[in-house]
């Protein structure tokens, strides 16, 4: 591992730093073969080359300097960066809500990491307040950092953490909980925790943010002044993922913890309720329920935790000219369910049957859920499904793929038994299954059409 | 500080710019011409004023990569701007609206910059790192501008000394403002994402003068790549004046290079002012420790006053505050600029920060003509406490923005205290300078973290300098020699046509006025025939040359031989008609003489000078004039 005075150089850049002792954060005059750079030796980050040395020069701008260029270093002094943000005691006012906000990482609050370049969380309750100052118009807030990960990192020990953490803070009489989450896999810890934590009696509210709060127009403030005022305002008392409704700084949409998905890598709206609407709406000023079926606030704490876990459980995502040795290979590794995401309405080729009888008749609990996201699996349509449905392939309804994922972990965590499984699987607890999809539950808009554009012209976007 | 005072701008001699100690450097801003933009595969250059839907965004300050705060940013914050953008689905992407992350740096925009690096002399660096430049005013709808320095340490000679280069960027250009009034701002993107360049030079230039003919030399340079965009607003300038005791200050977005001596005189003549205003101040005892101040809201004690603004204020339940400055008598009226006053500093920032955009946004005790009626101020002045020799400022508005209009009122004016606030100015139309920010510093910097730092090597640049043009100066020393005429010269050097010239005087052996003339006359004469002369190439220009030189085509028909190339699109040697023979120009000349004899004229002395022209019109691809004068014997 490289020497911390030296973080992130290697080969020529760090022998020559080494040869004039010239340590990362001092202040020095560097003479080249082509001149003279006066500036800050920053650290390197560890996947750019051995090459060059990265100085920050008075006007703050950065360059490299190629190290075989070097002929002296001076040094004339040091200044160390330290990224703090400025914090404040979060003001106490007991006549507002108190929220519990839990970070398991992510950009929602964030700073630079030299080693890797990129960015790196960070956070609490005063360094949120000298952000994000409007905080405490909603609430008194508490933070408590539960994991510092990037959400693809996320896996059960952190979910069954998370959903242990909301237990206790019920418990201990909160009235609403945020938790910053990184974005990519926020739908899965949303899922999960729907299934984990039962009979809330407050808001459990997800949020994170697309831009990280390093930029000026971040998400990352409004999201968590939002998502703050749901936990502490709302009378919700469901998991919810917050997000922005559209890319402008202008409302939060509230998606079920169940029915929610990430649908643009990068879009700031990039949260959409699928075959459904979201719950509500939510402003700075206001919570506008767009739903009324949603579960009530309550003032009893009789939450239920139910952490069962089952690890051995996979999604197979589909694709034309798939070979059974796939299906073959999850049965050898003793796998315990798989969740299909199959074509059109739940379907896979033939030469996969063989193997789906024998991971059936293995005791492999196998659901079929669709890739179209959108719709209904409905296996009584084609004889294709039907013949499915004897080798024991169990229709996921409209479940999303990652939804049934979590939902086949979570029961296969409580039994092995084929036939309760199905029970659990089968029966909507959270909203991931439902009855009907309403005909405004499935709306991508055609860009091009004229009546489109229209619509988009008339309203921020 | 010396005795001196500011006189009219044409008075002014190089001594006295040497008295006040007028310093000058310039930031000099020049769009590239690709084809794409800098950081985003959206078409360059394409603008419209047409927009399909718009994107709401609020700028927060975030800290700086040594973990400070940008007093820019944070003086933009207390702004609390809604940001419009109007986007056109054509010119901008995802990326522009910041919902998609940065593609690669643009290489072409990329070589084109280092190529102007090169020919300022500077040094390239090694390895090129983005940042990003914190913009809190929304002008780029992620909050920061992607910028890179790539070039160092060059240099320009100028008279008998050299102009140093200190640095060279390379970044993205920002929005165009539409509109700015109270909270809501409002841009278009167009302009967007689009490659340019900036250069900037050291406070070399002692006068005005030197600062606009600098910005000159410069633009040229660049322009000499003749890969640069031109037209309204492809290069702005930024200029740099301080003086003695003076700081430096930003005058914004020049965008003519005529306008610099005027606004270089105009901000030296504020600061001094300024600073003779700090010495005032000190007489009367009023330092930054000693400064006194107070502020009450007096909307109940103007409620029937019949000034309209405050009037109109009142009526919608408004508010009204008063700002003692304890002391400042009279000074609100001392004047900064040629018509320009204190207050003037003071009204600024109550627009700009406290967003009160209604001029008049302040009234003062100092000038009391046509505001409020003397009883009015008495009542004010007995109500608030004032004395004497204190100065009243009155502010409207409502609560939040007359509040922050209060602090900055007193901001400002015990800025005065002290001198020369830091500051970013917008250029006005009559040569004097407005506020716009406070003096960004380098804690608005920050690395980008969304992409990767891009190595210069060394075969890039040795491609580079091969197809590097020769300095413009050192072609138009070789222009004077030949005696090309001087109007011709400076275009002549930056044209995409000097290296063409070079070939056919020296190769060719082709008169140079002559080429001179059709290289840069003849295409301003066919625009004017409503030609397209975009289509005119050195392929085309130099293959008529050749008919020329091999004496196909005579000298005056070489415009007729371009005009008709471009209506084809092409030179094709079908264009010029078979050279005539001695026999056939007689016998043309004897059949016009004809034509001409049936004809009255009105001044019969002239008739020769009438068949030279109308034989001319038939003849003129093929025949030099000078022959068919010696044939009809002029």
Known sequence: ?461 | MKDFLFKPFEEMTDKDYETVGFKSGLEIHQQLFTTKKLFCRCPAGKYSERYDAEILRHMRPTLSELGEYDGTALMEFKTKKDILYRINRESVCTYEMDDTPPFLINDEALDLALQCGLLFDCSIVDELHIARKQYLDGSIPTGFQRTAIFALDGKIPYKNRTIDIVQMSIEEDSCREISDTGHLRVYRTDRLGMPLIETVTGPNMRTPFEVAEVAEICANLIRSTNKVRRGIGSAREDVNVSVDGGTRVEIKGVPKIGRIPHLTYYEAMRQWNLLRLRDELHRRGITKETFETKSDDITRIVKKAHYLPIRTATDQGLLVKCVVLRGYFGLLHWQTQTDTYFSKEISDRVRVIACLTNIPNIIHSDSKGDTLTSADWQNIKRAVGAHDNDTMVLVWGNEQDTEMAVKEIIIRAKEATVGVPSETRQALRDGTNGFERILPGADRMYPDTDLPPTRITEERLKILRVNLPERFWKREKWYRKLGIPEDTIRELSISKFAPLFKFLVDEWRIDPILTAVVLIQFPKRLKKRSCDISLLDEEMIREIFRSYKDGLLSRDGILTAMQKSLKKGKFYPELLPKPLTTKELEDIITETNNELSKVRLINNENSKEVLMGLVMNKVRMSVEGKIVTEKINI
């Open chain 1, 1 to 461: 591992m490289a020497d911390d005075n030296y973080k992130g150089y290697r080969g020529k850049a760090l022998s020559v730093l080494k040869n004039f002792s010239a340590l990362v954060w001092s202040d020095v005059e560097i003479t080249t073969t082509k001149g003279k750079y006066k500036g800050i030796i920053l650290p390197r980050s560890e996947t750019a080359d051995p090459f060059h040395i990265v100085i920050k020069m008075p006007i703050g701008y950065n360059i490299g300097v190629a190290a075989d260029l070097v002929t002296d270093i001076q040094i004339r002094g040091r200044k160390e960066a330290h990224y703090k943000i400025p914090e404040k005691d979060f003001p106490r006012d007991p006549s507002k809500p108190n929220v519990k906000l839990l970070g398991t990482g992510g950009t929602i609050a964030s700073r630079l990491d030299y080693r890797t370049g990129a960015v790196i969380p960070a956070f609490s309750p005063g360094e949120l307040y000298g952000s994000v100052p409007e905080l405490a118009n909603y609430c008194n807030l508490e933070t408590e950092k539960l994991y510092g990960v990037f959400s693809e990192n996320m896996g059960p020990d952190q979910w069954i953490g998370t959903a242990e953490a909301i237990g206790r803070e019920i418990e201990k009489g909160i009235d609403g909980i945020v938790i910053g989450h990184g974005t990519d896999t926020m739908h899965h810890t949303a899922a999960v925790l729907s299934f984990m934590v039962q009979n809330s009696p407050v808001p459990i509210v997800m949020v994170g943010s697309q831009r990280s709060s390093d930029r000026p127009s971040s998400d990352a403030a409004l999201n968590l002044m939002h998502s703050v005022k749901t936990a502490a305002e709302s009378d919700i008392a469901e998991v919810m993922v917050c997000m922005f409704g559209p890319t402008s700084d202008y409302y939060g949409l509230l998606h079920r913890g169940t029915r929610v998905r990430k649908m643009h890598s990068s879009y700031r709206s990039t949260f959409r309720t699928i075959g459904d609407i979201p719950i509500a709406k939510v402003s700075r000023d206001e919570i506008t329920p767009l739903r009324q079926d949603y579960k009530r606030r309550r003032k009893d704490r009789n939450v239920k935790i139910n952490t069962a876990f089952e690890e051995k459980v996979s999604i197979v995502y589909y694709y034309p000219n798939m070979k059974p040795d796939i299906i073959e290979s999850l049965i050898d590794n003793n796998y315990k369910g798989i969740v299909i995401a199959g074509t059109g309405l739940g379907h896979v080729n033939k030469p996969l049957y063989p193997a789906l009888k024998r991971a059936h008749e293995k005791g492999i609990s196998i659901y079929m859920t669709v890739q179209t996201l959108w719709g209904y699996v409905q296996m009584y349509v084609y004889d294709t499904g039907r013949d499915m449905m004897e080798l024991g392939v169990i229709p996921g309804e409209n479940m999303l793929p990652e939804v049934a994922y979590m939902k086949l972990c979570w029961a296969l965590g409580q039994t092995t038994d084929q036939k309760k499984v199905k029970e659990i699987m089968l029966t909507s607890i959270a909203g991931e299954i439902t009855e009907r999809e309403p005909s405004n539950g499935y709306l991508i808009y055609q860009g091009g059409l004229p009546e489109v554009e229209e619509f988009i012209s008339k309203y921020v976007k």
